[in-house]
Nanobody
């Protein structure tokens, strides 16, 4: 089992910044990926950004140049720095731990944290 504890989020005006953090604990595998997904009301959950244990990153086109994902492998933490926020960034943001084992993969999710961007 892997437990994910998120922090950060809140209410911010358009153009502002927020930082989300997530700490993973439990049965952590050395080969994995961590990231952030979001879900707005009435929409499906979508990828925001991911980062592998090797440091490779992937971003949604809608956040490229505005959001930066980072991680500290020693601490099993991942952070998402969100700048130049837009009202369309409003959503519940979920931390994700993607476990890569021998012949299998599995996803763990945090409880979610609300990000609201006012216009």
């Amino acid at each position: 089992q892997v437990q994910l504890v998120e922090s950060g989020g809140g209410l911010v005006q358009a153009g502002g910044s927020l930082r989300l953090s997530c700490a993973a604990s439990g049965n952590i595998f050395s080969i994995n990926a961590m990231g952030w997904y979001r879900q707005a009301p009435g929409k499906q959950r979508e990828l925001v950004a991911t980062i592998t244990s090797g440091g490779s990153t992937n971003y949604a086109d809608s956040v490229k140049g505005r959001f930066t994902i980072s991680r500290e492998n020693f601490k099993n933490t991942v952070a998402l720095q969100m700048n130049s926020l837009k009202p369309e960034d409003t959503a519940v943001y979920y931390c994700n731990y993607h476990k890569i084992g021998l012949g299998y993969e599995y996803d763990y999710w945090g409880q979610g944290t609300q990000v609201t961007v006012s216009s």
